[in-house]
């Protein structure tokens, strides 16, 4: 990841966003990655002239009964059971009022700076020059006692700050003293910082290719939707019809695709090949230049972006599909603003029904921390409250784990999670499925279905850089244990194996040969909540495309590449369990809304529709299996058959 020095302002991070799925095609496109993240960063200090996005979120009105409404929203002995609201009844019942807003608004006019709420009045886009948004929020530089690490710090008058949770995206730089900042040698800096910062190993490599002689079914059942949805009995429902027709579902993502890959997926895997219902919204940066960069060359970003969405449309193959696209690579806000965007534009149109993200800004670290007016704790709030919102309006939320095991960021020694572990999400683990292979130079068996950890099959250089694919999951540093976890048996107790050391001095891991067994306690959010198919080994095939740039002779070069390949990670698991979510609304009057404390109430039933993986043999690099018990942190309730879930919730409703 990207990380600003202290006292410049242009915000790298977006483009070193943590994606949940590290696998960035460096093994197959080596070379393009720094070149394709860095295009368009040309300077490190950024104009006080030029455009810039903060964010104001409000406090809601009442946030107890916030939470307590939407718990009720799909507790069938509540009256307010399925009572979804609009943003503009959510704005009335918990938002700011819009004579507060309005009030907001005008004093933001008189500085030129623009100001649109978001619907549901949590939140508000600022957007102006730097220098008058500034001024507008008074915002100084501080520096952080005992640290080099600066902060932005701001004021409102009395009759706004009261109702502020917090401002995200503002940045006030260091005042110069005796002479400017040399731009030029810091720009050389930054440049440097991002190039090696952004080369690195993908976190598995398969050799093997994906058969593209295979077309429609027989594509899709050894390598796509059919795949997924014959392991975890989506195919029941498939036979009555449901394929996600009336339904949306939204995907948030940092970066774009090409329209041309996924026509060319659609053919290969036998879907219908119809673009009208894909709809791109650009949250930060504009159309024409998001796809200017997606033109340039390959990027992470992209490769991410293209799995999503095929994952989602294929399997909810008569869904529309809303893409919000918070690419901020111009330098219009930070990363963490970005996200916060796009989800919030997502939950104030209220088209979707569902939505789905394997991106994150960061990790739950706080020297990882890159906002600087919002705290790490501020913005776990907002996040919080704006998942509630969602909620609250029947919109199910799913997020990637991860695919690095307990550590998103493999640098630390302390388990570490991706942002957001918010509780008003389900977040989604991965397993491996049933397989026997030749596997650098041994035959690897696993015989039935498990929490995905890559150890035995990594490389030698994978496990001495930590990069070893493994199910995201452990416990949350920012976020309490929810009500829906708590007495459930495994959840807050867990069996661990110490399988990798990192070395502190300089962060190198090697493979305990007789490794500890841990048990204990501990307590958070516990993470993921379910799981599903995501090691490469079992996976899916991508396809993408675009160009590979190279240096040659002092010149840039570009060359066309078209790629299919076996993929796999977490990224695969959240749209497709979106997807899964739209098949089950298709059929449905009413959507399922929030599934949380639904989930945890139905896998504490005899006949519950989750596959417990509690083995001891079954971990994600840490968290095993706890056997006997209903949770563990590698898989979380286990594995889903769709068809006895979604006769679960119809029968809540039918109940009613």
Known sequence: ????????????????????????????????????????????????????????????????????????????????????????????????????????????????????????????????????????????????????????????????????????????????????????????????????????????????????????????????????????QLTALYDKGLKGQGQRIGIISSGDFHNGDLTTYWKQAGVNNDLSHIHKIYTVDSRKDVQKRLDFAVNGAQIEATLDVQAASSVAPKADIDFYIGDSTDDLTNAPTAHYMSFMQAISDNIDQQLSTSFAPTAEVQSRWHDYSATMAQYNHAFNLMLEQAAAQGITVFRASGDNGPRDDVTLAKENHAFSTSPYQVIVGGTTLPYTKTINHKVVTVAKECAWGSNITATPA?????????????????????????????????????????????????????????????????????????????????????????????????????????????????????AANAVMNSGRTTSIGFWNPQIYKFAQQADSPFTVLDGTNNHNLYYTGQPGKLYNQATGLGTINFDKLSRKFDQETNDK
């Open 1 to 232: 990841m990207y990380e600003l020095k202290t006292g410049t302002i242009i915000h790298h991070q977006r483009k070193a966003m943590t994606l949940k799925r590290k696998h960035f095609m460096i093994a197959v496109l080596s070379g393009l990655s720094f070149l394709a993240m860095g295009h368009g960063l040309t300077a490190n200090a950024k104009s006080d002239n030029a455009p810039t996005i903060a964010n104001v979120v409000f406090k809601p009105t009442n946030e107890t009964n916030l939470t307590n409404y939407v718990y009720d929203t799909v507790d069938p002995s509540s009256q307010y059971f399925h009572h979804y609201l609009s943003p503009d009844e959510f704005a009335q019942k918990f938002g700011q009022s819009n004579r507060y807003v309005a009030a907001f608004k005008t004093y933001l006019k008189k500085y030129h700076v623009n100001a649109d709420v978001y619907g549901g009045n949590l939140s508000l886009k600022v957007s102006g020059t730097r220098n008058n948004v500034n001024r507008a929020f008074n915002a100084t530089y501080v520096t952080e006692k005992g640290t080099h690490k600066s902060r932005t710090t701001y004021k409102l008058p009395a009759h706004l700050s009261n109702h502020v949770l917090t401002v995200m995206g503002l940045y006030q730089s260091k005042p110069t003293v005796n002479k400017p900042v040399n731009r030029q040698s810091h720009s050389k800096k930054a440049s440097t910082q991002l190039r090696s910062s952004s080369v690195s190993s993908p976190t598995q490599t398969d050799d093997t290719k994906p058969d593209t002689t295979l077309f429609g079914d027989r594509f899709s059942k050894k390598y796509g939707a059919l795949k997924f949805a014959k392991q975890y």
């Open 462 to 578: 994978q496990i001495e850089a930590g990069k070893i694919g493994g199910s995201g999951g452990g416990f949350s540093a920012l976020n309490p244990t929810p009500r829906y976890q708590q007495g459930i048996s495994g959840v807050n107790t867990f069996r661990a194996i110490e399988l990798l050391k990192i070395q502190r001095k300089n962060h190198k891991y090697t493979i305990s040969k007789h490794p500890k067994i841990i048990t204990g306690i501990n307590n958070g959010r516990n993470l993921p909540d379910v799981a599903g198919n995501a090691d490469i080994q079992t996976g899916y095939v991508l396809y993408f495309s675009g160009n590979q740039v190279r240096f040659k002779q002092n010149k840039l070069h570009s060359i066309l590449k078209k790629v299919w390949m076996m993929d796999g990670g977490t990224s695969y698991t959240s749209p497709q369990m979106a």
